[in-house]
């Protein structure tokens, strides 16, 4: 949030927003001025302020991502260095997004709510968080006659924001709206060049019934995949738009409980 120091007695630009800087010897003594970063520092609050992030979740950053404790898995460690070189490497004519894949724990949301809290606070990109479940309910309720908000209401931001975090791929009860809705909004975002990080506790394993996938019959006995919640289509699609993330190990907050990491 803007806070009144900030913008209204900052000591560089008295407020203005531009700060004078010292002309170069062998130029005129006319004055010139830059941006001031208080300007900048404020612009970035706001596109953190409208991410939509939930409260549980906004204190996850990448510098407090800790991979040094007792039985860390190895992939972890790769993981957190993959996920800040993609932060500092973003480009945003290049649309590659992440598909980070793990049980539940082991810092899946964390590392991409790190990756954006980064990208708006020092690159000033535009980010957008959301869950998988509250995103197709957002859009479901618009279609209620008495709510205000349309369809493109809720999903314009959605298409529009530089970066997507999509949480929790697959925990919806897939059925034919829901991958329609799905691939509107993954395939949009792919063709307009727009990244995309999205999260899933689903295994990254084919559909039942898919070319080497288990039988239907079999499948019953099987735990569910990211194939049989998304689809195949989707899936194989998923593996051209995103770099994948694995992510290994026993949920973090059943192993530090009581311990001082939160
Ligand atoms: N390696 C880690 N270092 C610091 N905090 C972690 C780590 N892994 C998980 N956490 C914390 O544990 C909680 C659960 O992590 P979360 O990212 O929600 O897991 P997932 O999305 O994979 O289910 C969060 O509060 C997160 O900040
Ligand atoms: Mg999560
Ligand atoms: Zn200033």
Redesign the pocket.
Known sequence: MLSKTQVEVCRLCAGTGWRPIAARSGEHQERRVTRCDCRLQARNQSLLAAANIPR??E??ELA????D?PG?HPS?AFA?LTASKFAQEYDPRDGTGLL?I????????????GIIKDLMLNQGISCLFYDYRELLKAIQNSYNATVQTTELDVLRPVFETDVLVL??LGAVKPTEWVWDTVSLILNTRYNDNRTTII?T?FEDQPAAGANGAVSIARAATRAETLGDRIGERMRSRLHEMCRIIK?EGE???QK?RSAS??
């Open positions: 549980r979740y204190h996850c407090s991502y800790t991979t404790f860390a972890l957190h980070i793990g049980k539940i724990g082991t810092g899946k949301t964390h590392l991409a709510v949480d929790e999260t506790n992510m949920d973090f907050r530090f990491f939160r």
